[in-house]
C-alpha cells in the first residue's frame, strides 16, 4: 500500500483533475458548488489520498451526491468511479481473498474487496450501481464487480453488473473466476 498522503504538488494536481470533472458533469451534482466540496476536501484531507488512488487506477472519481438532505448533521459528499468502463487498472480480479486463495493455477493479480480496502474505498452496491447508471452510460462494455450479499458468497457466488441494451443487468458467477473485462467500481465519502 502506498503512503497514505499527497505532496501539495499531488494534492493540487489531484484537486485540479476532480474540479474540472465536475464542473464538465453537472448533470451528476445538480446544484452543488464545487467551492463547497473543495471545503469539504480541505478538512478531510485524508480523503484525498484515497481519491488520489481512484484517479490512479483509472476510475474518475466524481460527486454523485450530498447526504444534507438525509442527514443534516453528516454533509457528507459521496464519490463514484465514474470511468465510462470499468477502471482499467482494477480488471481481471476475482471477487475477495477466500475466491483468489481457493484457486490453485492461473490466479489473478488481486481480489476486488482487498484492493478496494486498500484504497480506503467500498465496492459499489447493486442499488448505487442502478444510481450511477441513471447519471449515463457505464460499463457498456466491460463489467464491475458490485458488493455481494452474504447469503450468495456464502454459497461461493459473487456478483456483477453491467449495461447492455441500454439495460442494467446484474448477473452471477462464482467468486473466484476474472476476466480482462471485468472490474470493480468504487465509492468514498468525504
Known sequence: MRKATLSNKQREELLGALKARFEKNMNRHQGLE??????????????????????RTGGEPDVVDHNVDRDKKTGEYIFYD????SP???????????ALDSRKENKPKN????????????????????????LGEFDTKTSSWVKT???VRE???????????????????????????RGFRGWLRV
Do not use: I
Open 88 to 98: 482499467k487498472d482494477r480488471r481481471s480480479f476475482c471477487y475477495d481473498r477466500e
Open 155 to 181: 454459497l461461493g457466488g459473487a456478483l456483477f453488473c453491467d449495461r447492455r441494451f441500454n439495460t442494467v443487468f446484474v448477473y452471477h458467477n462464482g467468486a473466484e473466476s476474472y476476466y480482462a473485462a
Open 82 to 85: 465514474c470511468s465510462a468502463e
Open 111 to 134: 481480489n476486488a474487496t482487498d484492493v478496494a480496502a486498500a484504497m480506503g474505498v467500498e465496492l459499489l452496491t447493486e442499488e448505487q450501481y442502478r444510481g450511477l447508471q441513471k
Open 34 to 55: 464545487w467551492a463547497k466540496v473543495q471545503a469539504r476536501l480541505d478538512a478531510n484531507a485524508e480523503k484525498l489520498w484515497s481519491l488520489s488512488e481512484m484517479e
Open 149 to 151: 450479499p452474504s447469503a
